[in-house]
T-cell receptor
């Protein structure tokens, strides 16, 4: 079965530290990868997308993709308490049609 | 002006009842979805419509029936509600079928509680 896997956490980091969130996926042909942030009681919001191997930086966020290892990660530099949320890894998987398939999410807690 | 809006936000009902959730998007998108998020936060696709045509129908009990009267609306009707249907249901839309550069826009969710 094609899946997206994440450690559910919680991942606890102190304010100002780097938070590292990881995700693996099972479908070798996947080409599109996303990170969504979901605050408690809110809907998911897209924060990063990545399509090519390597790093992609956007402000304090860096997405990293390694297609050979089927691994995608999100680094959050200078973590803030406002970054405390569940981070959902999402991958477009193909099984007759394309679907955006989510991992179970990693809860991040940033302590002041 | 909300891009993807769904109503109601909260729905509390008894087992065995029938209920509907409505969704509308004003983004001009061609594709709409229903996702279910369970108590463990697992977000799973249920249905997808493209230009009012059903594209994706995941393994969902046939008590769940989506209806798309036009491409801006996708409603979800649930018959004979069961305890296990309790979850947050998210409507979402994208410009076209999910491809490399597509972005998914979510509604604010409907928290369904079946008692």
């Amino acid at each position: 079965q094609k899946e997206v896997e994440q450690n559910s956490g919680p991942l606890s980091v102190p304010e100002g530290a780097i938070a590292s969130l990881n995700c693996t996926y099972s479908d070798r042909v996947s080409q599109s990868f996303f990170w969504y942030r979901q605050y408690s009681g809110k809907s998911p919001e897209l924060i990063m997308s990545i399509y090519s191997n390597g790093d992609k930086e956007d402000g304090r966020f860096t997405a990293q993709l390694n297609k050979a290892s089927q691994y995608v990660s999100l680094l959050i530099r200078d973590s803030q308490p406002s970054d405390s949320a569940t981070y959902l890894c999402a991958v477009i998987l193909y099984s007759g049609y394309s679907t955006l398939t989510f991992g179970k999410g990693t809860m991040l807690l940033v302590s002041p | 002006d909300t891009a993807v809006s769904q109503t109601p936000k909260y729905l509390v009902t008894q087992m065995g009842n029938d209920k509907s959730i409505k969704c509308e998007q004003n983004l001009g998108h061609d594709t709409m979805y229903w996702y279910k998020q369970d108590s463990k936060k697992f977000l799973k696709i249920m249905f997808s419509y493209n230009n009012k045509e059903l594209i994706i129908n995941e393994t969902v009990p046939n008590r769940f029936s989506p209806k798309s009267p036009d491409k801006a609306h996708l409603n979800l009707h649930i018959n004979s509600l069961e305890l296990g249907d309790s979850a947050v249901y998210f409507c979402a839309s994208s410009q076209d079928l999910m491809g490399a550069n597509e972005k998914l826009f979510f509604g604010s969710g409907t928290q369904l509680s079946v008692l």
